[in-house]
């Protein structure tokens, strides 16, 4: 099920099963990834209905997300591929095969590669203008790649693992037409998986931060500049399975197995609220915070 929570109030939309939520760039539309469907609902109706389906993943759809004016839409699945979606219509645009269960997928700020990563512990680059796997890199071997972020101007790259650890790169493009990874740092952020790792937004700058929610229950805030601790947010009773800061960076927002969601300052590092509504794990999170989208 997916809850909507509004300063106290709250609406649901039934789905089966939830495994990720998206907000297009525009704020209009949430995309609920499940299995093995990708459902659109129109945020400012009433309705429970989705407005559209996706229909061509065969197993868990485990990544979803938008180009940055909302044209398109892209996915990832444990059906081993990740595919390309035009949103004004139904049926998948193209189709990427990954030689494993994709986990998470996401997309470069030059909007023309996506980056996977996948069960078997490979990420792959896929170049959206040549149409093919460009770069394909193995950070540890048989650990799956849980989670991947890219830094909001594209300087930097994080995987996150089942064995804890984050694995950060420096993109290199330059005159070439292929984005290189230049390794940077290793991190043992945790002692159990990381089930999220997000990189802090354009409007937290000059601060540049690293987030990794754990099944240890935590939530660990890493200083890009050396990769120091600088906070752990405690409070959750389970696995935190996702996060999300708002857009000036301000706030963190977790979805723990607990059935909680929790909103947090990143300046105290202090809980500022818990959402209940949930009767099983709450897996995903989205923040529709009330910021303007920027222009195209």
Known sequence: MITLFDFGRQKAAAVTQVNRLEIT???????????????????????????????????????????????????????????????RAPGCQREYESRGAVNTVVLHPNQTELISGDQNGNIRVWDLTANSCS????????????????????????????????????????NQTMTNFEPLHKLQAHNGYILKCLLSPEFCEPHRYLATASSDHTVKIWNVDGFTLEKTLIGHQRWVWDCVFSVDGAYLITASSDTTAKLWSMTSGEEIKTYQGHHKATVCCALHDGAEPSPS
């Open 25 to 87: 760039p525009d704020k209009r539309y949430l995309a609920a990834a499940g299995n093995p469907h990708i459902r659109l609902f129109d945020i400012n109706s009433s309705s429970p209905q989705p407005v559209m389906s996706y229909d061509s993943h065969t197993n868990n759809v485990m990544a979803v997300g938008f180009q940055c004016d909302g044209k398109w839409m892209y996915s990832g699945s444990e059906d081993g591929t990740v595919k390309i979606w035009d949103l």
């Open 135 to 174: 770069c394909e890199l193995v950070p540890e071997v048989d650990t799956a790649v849980r989670s991947l972020t890219v830094m909001w101007d594209g300087s930097l790259v994080v995987a996150a693992n089942n064995h804890g650890t984050c694995y950060v790169w420096r993109l290199l493009r330059g």
